[in-house]
C-alpha cells in the first residue's frame, strides 16, 4: 500500500513538473490569443486601409504558437464603433502584415454604447491557422496599445 502510495505521488510530481515547464518554457510568452464575442457587427471585405481616423494607435505582431513565428501577410479586419456609439463603414478596415508580421493600425476612440467598455473588434487570419476573433479594450485616456496576437496552426 505504501509503496502504490509512493507511486502515485511520484507520478503526480512528474505531471506537475511537466505542467510546470510547459508554463515556463520560452513559448510561453506565445500562448494562443484568448477568443471573445463576435457581436453582431461583423461585415466582410471592408477596405483596405492602416487608418479609419485618429487619437487611438494599435500595433503589435501576428504570431503562431508553433515556434512563436510572427506571421507575415496575415489579415486583421477591424471594426468599431464611432464617436457616438455607433458602428458605420467609415471605422471598418482590413490590413495586412507586413514581412516581420507587424501592423499598426490608428482609429477613432470609440464612442460608449450601452452595456459595454469601450472596445474595438479584430479578426486575425493567417494561411495554416485557425481565425480568431476577439476584442480590445483601451483604458480611459489611452492613445496607444500594444496588442501582439498569437494563432494557433489548423
Ligand atoms: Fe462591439
Not at 505531471?15 to 518554457?25: C, E, K
Not at 471592408?46 to 513565428?69: D, H
Request: glycine fraction near 12%; charge should be positive; hydrophobic fraction near 35%.
Amino acid at each position: 500500500m505504501r509503496r502504490v502510495s509512493a507511486a502515485l505521488i511520484v507520478a503526480a510530481s512528474v505531471v506537475w513538473t511537466a505542467v510546470l515547464s510547459a508554463a515556463q518554457a520560452p513559448g510561453g510568452a506565445c500562448q494562443p490569443t484568448r477568443a471573445d464575442m463576435l457581436g453582431p457587427f461583423y461585415v466582410e471585405g471592408a477596405p483596405e486601409r492602416n487608418s479609419t481616423g485618429k487619437g487611438l494607435a494599435v500595433e503589435g505582431v501576428v504570431r503562431s504558437t508553433r515556434e512563436c513565428k510572427p506571421l507575415a501577410g496575415a489579415k486583421l479586419e477591424w471594426w468599431s464603433a464611432n464617436a457616438g456609439g455607433e458602428y458605420d463603414d467609415a471605422h471598418r478596415a482590413t490590413q495586412v502584415t507586413d514581412g516581420n508580421g507587424r501592423f499598426r493600425y490608428v482609429t477613432d476612440v470609440p464612442g460608449k454604447y450601452p452595456g459595454r467598455p469601450v472596445h474595438l473588434h479584430v479578426k486575425v487570419s493567417a494561411t495554416g491557422h485557425k481565425p480568431l476573433v476577439t476584442q480590445i479594450y483601451p483604458k480611459p485616456g489611452e492613445n496607444s496599445v500594444g496588442f501582439d496576437v498569437v494563432l494557433q496552426p489548423q
